[in-house]
């Protein structure tokens, strides 16, 4: 597609309940980003994927947050027994490269998550 | 952990007038990004200056980058109410395989 897509654009669950989030990037861009944002927040890093693998998963807040990106294009964010605390909006952004050439990133419309 | 932090946190100023935000950072840089968020969604990006290079135009933005006081600004000139938004910075480490952002400015432009 001509940018990134993400859904759902939101997503409203109960509190234990399992998640996932997709982000499909601009295509032959290598290099793709989850970050999370909270109401009136900045950007959180979550994790980074270069191609299929994910040099840098740093910012995952728990091990109930994982995320896998298949045949180099579409990522899963899930989150497993979501806690009120998870609410946010969850943004992907893609680049054409990743790494020490990183330039512009493109984000997509994020997908807001509502825990009850 | 977030590596920039803007300045001011809020700005609200007249159309026509001049918007001036500023960022500082901490760790030695690739680049710098400034991005511009409408209503909490999907950033856009403004304008990248490379950590060799000291200003940088587009159109109504001017960016400007003191490595040696590890700060940058981002300048718009004559507003437009279109411009209320919030303004983010964010780094690429010299090391680093991501994009660090700051909290960021929210900037309102009255008409």
């Known amino acids: 597609g001509a940018g990134v897509s993400q859904s759902p654009s939101n997503k409203v669950t109960e509190k234990g309940k399992d998640v996932e989030l997709r982000c499909d990037p601009i295509?032959?861009?290598?290099?793709l980003y989850w970050y999370r944002q909270s109401l009136g927040q900045g950007l959180e890093f979550l994790i980074y994927?270069?191609?299929?693998?994910?040099?840098?998963k740093s910012g995952l807040p728990s091990d109930r947050f994982s995320a896998e990106r298949t045949g180099g294009s579409v990522s899963t964010l899930t989150i497993q027994r979501t806690q009120q605390e998870d609410s946010a909006v969850y943004l992907c952004?893609?680049?054409?490269?990743?790494?020490?050439?990183?330039?512009?990133?493109?984000f997509g419309e994020g997908s807001r998550l509502t825990v009850l | 952990s977030q590596q920039g932090e803007e300045d001011p946190q809020a700005l609200s100023i007249q159309e026509g007038e001049n918007a001036t935000m500023n960022c500082s950072y901490k760790t030695s840089i690739n680049n710098l990004q400034w991005y511009r968020q409408n209503s909490g969604r999907g950033l856009v990006h403004l304008i990248l200056?490379?950590?060799?290079?000291r200003e940088k135009h587009s159109g109504r933005l001017r960016v400007t980058l003191d490595t040696s006081k590890k700060s940058s600004s981002l300048l718009i000139t004559a507003s437009r109410a279109a411009d209320t938004a919030s303004y983010f910075c964010?780094?690429?480490?010299?090391?680093?395989?991501?994009?660090?952002f700051g909290a960021g400015t929210i900037l309102r432009v009255k008409s």
């Open positions: 994927f270069q191609g299929n693998s994910a040099p840098d």
């Open positions: 952004a893609s680049s054409l490269y990743g790494g020490g050439n990183t330039g512009e990133l493109f």
């Open positions: 200056i490379r950590s060799n290079e």
């Open positions: 964010a780094t690429f480490g010299v090391n680093g395989n991501k994009l660090v």
């Open positions: 295509s032959g861009h290598t290099a």
